[in-house]
């Protein structure tokens, strides 16, 4: 590749796009008062959810805690990648927020 198309990727039909940029905070662009706002208002949304409240915002969608149970390991299991068995390891619970988009965000 040459300098000028190091920026450039190929997609899977082979055209080239530009590679995605970074995007910077959430709060990039709001002056104090905003940043408080945003910041408290996520603190209550994380709050709800840690003590296992699911959060529903109309026309927006709901946030759920789903508990995720634990996994035994030691289970063999061969890899076709790998041509060989491998070993699973152990995965102890835990949980997981899910965010579920209301038909109105789904529309748009």
Known sequence: MTKQRKHLRKSKKGKRFKAG???GPITKGMSKEQKETV???LDKISGELKMGRPITIKD?????V???PA????KKVFMPML???IVT???P????IRFIASKKLRRK
């Open 93 to 96: 619970a835990s949980t997981k």
């Open 83 to 85: 041509g060989k068995e």
């Open 21 to 23: 940029r970074r995007r």
């Open 66 to 68: 789903r508990k995720v």
């Open 60 to 64: 927006f969608g709901s946030f759920r």
């Open 39 to 41: 910041q408290e208002f």
């Open 71 to 74: 996994k035994k390991g030691g």
């Open 89 to 91: 390891k152990a995965k």
